[in-house]
């Protein structure tokens, strides 16, 4: 997934969102649950006031609501439906499935404009998320089905 091609002369600088992609951000975020909006909101200043780790990457929320119509397709990925499977949970149970939801995907999109679900990122990101507040949850950090782009509270 493409969502900003680098120009010449800007590799070194720190991938940006469109005024679009803000706006659906923002709508995303406001679909989560206040304490872990604000919990996103103070990583993700954390992330970008970071000289280094802003030039990683831009942390994005890929999906917050998640409908249980798609909730259900999900869960035949990897069943039913060719793919591997990505979810446990059927229409209704996933915190995603709750609104305002308790639970956000995140992912980062990098200077070239690809989009990365990134291990090493997610992990460092949720430093930043648990420092924020310690009622969030990794999906990185479950012992059985690691779901590292996810985080709950
Ligand atoms: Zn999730």
């Known amino acids: ?51 280094v780790l802003r030039l990683a990457g831009r942390p994005i929320i890929t999906e917050c609501y998640r409908s249980p119509e798609r909730q259900d397709e999900l869960y035949k990925q990897g069943r039913s439906k060719p793919g591997p499977v990505v979810t446990y949970k059927r229409g209704g149970e996933s915190k995603h499935n709750q609104l305002p939801a308790p639970a956000l995907d995140v992912a980062f999109l990098l200077p070239d404009g690809e989009v990365s679900w990134s291990g090493l990122l997610l992990g460092k990101f949720a430093r930043l998320m648990k420092a924020a507040d310690a009622r969030v949850h990794w999906g990185g950090d479950w012992p059985r089905f690691k779901d590292r782009p996810h985080f709950e509270v």
Do not use: I, T
Not at 6 to 23: H, I
Not at 34 to 40: E, F, G, K, Q, V
């Open 1 to 51: 997934m493409v969502l900003n091609k680098a120009r010449p002369g800007v590799d070194r600088a720190a991938p940006r969102l469109s005024g679009v992609q803000l706006k659906v951000q923002a709508a995303r975020l406001g679909q989560a649950m206040p304490s872990l909006a604000a919990a996103y909101a103070q990583a993700l200043a954390r992330w970008l006031g970071d000289p």
